[in-house]
């Protein structure tokens, strides 16, 4: 980032050196990301291999008093680790969405996201945030692209298609709770009230699969029906898909309860997909991976929980830090 002060001056160059770079970017990897949240004297610039694209919403976030249109591109790093990129306004407009879309069909699109911020949003947990000075770039001739465009084409899949709900609903606020006083919620009196509270990851539960074969349609259980699967709620038969269901035991200073971090919630704090942990993993189904286990002694932001009212148990929505 360039600051322009008083003192600034400018001088107009006008022969421009042969070698003169026409891309300038200075890479964060995805594990620091954190550690600039909220700072805007800084930028950051990020790369990865787009893996999700979402159509367009509108909403209007806390801080304005106007709709805006939002944009939300994921990209993996060499690691496999995952970020969401979210573009607002007239960036979520421009992004050539559906060209990218049809290219990714066939070969990897490795983009150069450069002037990014990064945010910790409710309820999404960590993000980078991509407004006017954000730019980006797709497949460019630069090492950093070549190599990362090497690495993934032998673990190449096509980019997935999001669709996001036309209008998205402002947030409420969450009201803070100790973990005591969640346990202590009635919740047939606090149907869709939304909480949050400041925990520690105790410990993995590991009587309990950190994965399940979901419905692609309402994302319950599906099990073996024949050759295929059926869901076990909607009745839908078709291919299972693998999802997060991770347990763990986690508390403050009033008490500790379970807590469930399902789907991208659960992926959007261990930073892999749920397929690249399965696929790494031994025979042995009581196998817990490194990036759960890394999880406990971790403290979670202050960030919103729903109560499941089926299962009675708090689905938490965060974004993980060291203590």
Request: proline share 5%.
């Amino acid at each position: 980032m360039i600051t322009f002060t008083r003192w600034t001056t400018v001088e107009e160059c006008i022969e421009v050196p042969i070698d003169f770079p026409t891309v300038v970017f200075s890479l964060t990897p995805f594990d620091d990301v954190a550690k600039f949240v909220d700072n805007n004297d800084f930028f950051i610039d990020v790369m990865g291999v787009i893996t999700d694209i979402s159509t367009p919403t509108m909403l209007r976030p806390r801080s304005r008093d106007a709709d805006s249109l939002k944009r939300t591109i994921q990209i993996r790093d060499a690691n496999n680790s995952t970020l969401n990129v979210s573009l607002w306004a007239e960036q979520a407009s421009a992004f050539e969405a559906d060209a990218i879309h049809k290219a990714g069909k066939s070969e990897p699109q490795i983009i150069l996201f450069v002037g990014t911020l990064a945010k910790n949003y409710p309820g999404i947990g960590l993000a980078l945030s991509g407004g006017s000075a954000c730019k980006w770039y797709i497949n460019i001739d630069v090492p950093a692209i070549v190599e990362l465009k090497d690495k993934t084409g032998t673990n190449f899949q096509p980019i997935n298609w999001i669709e996001a709900p036309a209008r998205a609903a402002v947030e409420e606020v969450a009201e803070n709770k100790t973990v005591r006083e969640l346990l202590e919620i009635n919740p047939h009196k606090c149907k869709k009230v939304r909480f949050q509270a400041h925990v520690t990851v105790r410990r993995i539960c590991n009587d309990k699969c950190w994965w399940y074969g979901s419905c692609q349609r309402c994302f319950k259980v599906a099990k073996p029906y024949g050759s295929t699967y059926k869901c076990t709620s909607c009745s839908n038969i078709a291919v299972a898909v693998p999802r997060y269901r991770i347990v763990v035991i986690a508390g403050d200073d009033s008490d500790d309860a379970m807590f469930v971090l399902f789907g991208r919630t659960a992926q959007r704090i261990v930073r892999r997909p749920v397929e690249a942990l399965i696929e790494e993993a031994p025979a042995d189904s009581d196998f817990i991976p490194d990036e759960i286990t890394a999880l406990v002694g971790k403290s979670c932001f202050p960030e919103f929980f729903s109560h499941d009212f089926t299962w009675t148990k708090w689905l938490i929505d965060v974004t993980i830090k060291g203590k």
